[in-house]
């Protein structure tokens, strides 16, 4: 029986649970409050992105990962995952990379014009 495609609803839940999952490894005991304040979002948020209820965007979970202490590629690491939700988020990870690559280097620019003027 093929497998279905999975939806984007279902691949924010998954990185939900691998958000916790992180949480819960590398910074246990540690409140969320904490987590949310680096990462520059509510506690409220932070636990809607680990539940999957609301959408997770690419700036947060960069800061997200920041607050965390690990790298962005540690969130798409997802054990025992059907091959599907691989292949997606294998795509989303290298669409995040490319973005976050862009990001700073137009950050880059913008301290050099700063500084020329």
Not at 86 to 111: F, G, I, S
Request: glycine share 6%.
């Amino acid at each position: 029986m093929p497998r279905k495609k999975p939806r984007p609803r279902d691949i924010e839940r998954l990185l939900g649970l691998r958000l916790r999952e992180l949480r819960r490894t590398l910074k246990p005991g540690v409140p969320v409050q904490t987590l949310s304040d680096a990462a520059g979002i509510t506690a409220t948020q932070w636990r809607n992105y680990e539940r999957g209820l609301s959408g997770f965007p690419d700036h947060q979970k960069v800061r997200c990962c920041e607050a965390l202490g690990c790298n962005i590629e540690d969130l798409f690491l997802v054990p025992m995952a059907p091959q599907g939700f691989v292949d997606r988020m294998t795509a989303e990870l290298e669409r995040l990379q490319a973005d976050v690559a862009d990001y700073k280097a137009r950050a880059q620019a913008y301290r050099r014009d700063e500084e020329e003027d």
